[in-house]
């Protein structure tokens, strides 16, 4: 077929009536399936590391201004609630992104990408994430009155994590 040719809903994998809905989710849950979820688990987890110490790092000052453009950003990295236990809540997300990272690679590879446990163990880090998030997410709109557009994309990367692990681990609950 060259760049001429002129392309019918048959030929672009569309159903019928030239619904595509359906081939899209069909070619999106293959990617996923094909590298399968524990990947792209583990290279999300790395951009939420990657995310949670660029925060970290603001936090100590090692980076001058954080480039939000709301100021959202900055009255939540000056709040109360910007520390857990004496340490920054990034530094937090950024060692709770880091253990999934470490659990999804290490599910990938040689004897444990068989193994069960990784599923589980993904599962509970990232609903124990997502309810996390949610609560850190209420303090901004509840508490801090701003929204910290870093931390809208670290739930909506929480929420990503959780929604792959459930399905991880259904895939590896039910028997081949």
């Known amino acids: 077929m060259d760049a001429n040719t002129e392309v ?7 159903d019928e009536d030239g619904d595509v809905h359906g081939v899209v989710h069909g070619v ?7 590298v399968g979820h524990r990947r792209v688990i583990a290279a999300l987890a790395l951009c939420g590391i990657f995310l ?4 970290t790092l603001y936090h100590y000052g090692y ?15 000056a709040s ?5 236990l004496g340490l920054p809540v990034a530094l937090w997300g950024a060692g709770y992104y880091a253990s999934v990272f470490v659990v999804a690679t290490l599910g990938t590879v040689g004897r444990f990408s068989d193994r069960r446990w990784p599923s589980g163990v993904l599962l509970a880090l ?19 009155h701003a929204i910290c557009r870093y931390c809208v ?3 909506s990367l929480v929420a990503v994590l959780f929604a792959l692990s459930v399905l991880d681990w259904r895939q590896r609950r039910s028997p081949k």
Do not use: M
């Open 52 to 55: 949670a110490t660029y925060l």
């Open 80 to 84: 109360k609630w910007s520390r857990l």
């Open 8 to 14: 019918g809903p048959d030929d672009a994998g569309a």
């Open 126 to 144: 990232n609903g124990w994430g997502l309810v996390f998030s949610g609560w850190l997410t209420w303090l901004e709109v509840a508490r801090i």
């Open 28 to 34: 999106v849950h293959g990617v996923v399936h094909g």
């Open 63 to 77: 980076v001058g201004s954080i480039a939000c453009g709301t100021g959202g950003c900055e009255k939540v990295q």
């Open 153 to 155: 994309v670290s739930a």
